[in-house]
């Protein structure tokens, strides 16, 4: 006995069609909104993990620089004992740059907490370079008789605080893993050894 067969009405064809192309329709909307919604919640991830940065109160635009994130300008200056630290050899850690100077009261006060910074990040990627604006080595070695847990530089010229917008001091930037300058801190803070701050620290170096 022969198989009956069912024919397909052109009502139902029009609706197959028509179901056909909203599928396409929302696969396609899914793929195009799908990079963005996982890109936002990335940025909502990282903006979560470096929340504790806020209790330095940085600042979102720089003079020259303009609105951060930015790349950070390179330069290499050299240590007490000659040895030259070049800004974009320390990719891949997160740099902290302060530029101060001794005759500076305000830098003065924040220093105490620079050096335990670097004391309890030195088993890990960072860099605290602190750039003395100086008139000579002779100042800034009086100023630490027993050393610097900070990579410790000299920048007599002020030519490297010019490029990255500072007149007055102390101010600092916070550099991540890929060179981009994620926070501007004007004047001193005495929270840089906290532990929200050490936090923010492990976030750019998880990133």
């Not at 991830?45 to 003079?63: F, G, M, S």
Request: net charge neutral; with cysteine; hydrophobic share 40%.
């Amino acid at each position: 006995m022969p198989t009956p067969t069912t024919s397909i009405t052109p009502r139902q064809l029009a609706a197959y069609g028509v179901s056909g192309l909203v599928t396409c329709a929302l696969v396609g909307y899914f793929a195009w909104a799908l990079p963005d919604a996982l890109q936002r919640g990335r940025e909502g991830v990282r903006r979560t993990r470096e929340a504790p940065c806020q209790v330095l109160r940085p600042t979102a635009q720089n003079p020259v620089l303009g609105r951060l994130p930015q790349p950070a300008p390179d330069f290499a200056l050299k240590t007490y004992d000659g040895q030259e630290v070049k800004l974009s050899s320390l990719r891949g850690r997160v740099v902290l740059v302060n530029f101060w100077a001794t005759w500076c009261p305000t830098c003065v006060v924040e220093e105490p907490s620079l050096e335990r910074l670097a004391t309890q990040m030195k088993n890990k990627p960072f860099s605290l370079l602190a750039v003395s604006v100086d008139e000579n080595w002779d100042l800034v070695r009086q100023h630490f008789p027993k050393g610097s847990a900070m990579t410790v530089l000299l920048d007599k010229d002020k030519k490297v605080p010019k490029d990255y917008g500072t007149e007055k001091f102390p101010e600092s930037f916070l550099i991540d893993r890929d060179g981009n300058i994620r926070y501007f801190i004007v004047s001193e803070r005495q929270l840089w050894h906290t532990q929200e701050v050490r936090s923010c620290i492990d976030a750019l170096i998880e990133d």
